[in-house]
């Protein structure tokens, strides 16, 4: 696959992976801080950056829904 293909499959599995999570929370009747954590978590987890700032930055990008 081209590198622009799997950087797009990357970012669904995790969009995915934070949506389930996000639902787990809901379910639970989690706060809006504690779901965010929760988000934050999971996008740690799968994201294989190591670097906080640019992990915190695409984690904005990906909650702010165009």
Do not use: G, W
């Amino acid at each position: 696959m081209h590198t622009k293909s799997l950087a797009i499959l990357k970012k669904q599995l995790i969009r995915r992976n934070m949506v389930k999570s996000a639902k787990e929370s809901i379910k639970q009747k989690a706060s809006k801080s504690e779901i965010y954590e929760n988000l934050k978590v999971v996008f740690i987890e799968m994201d294989s950056t190591q670097d906080v700032s640019i992990i915190l930055q695409t984690l904005s990008q990906l909650i702010c829904f165009p």
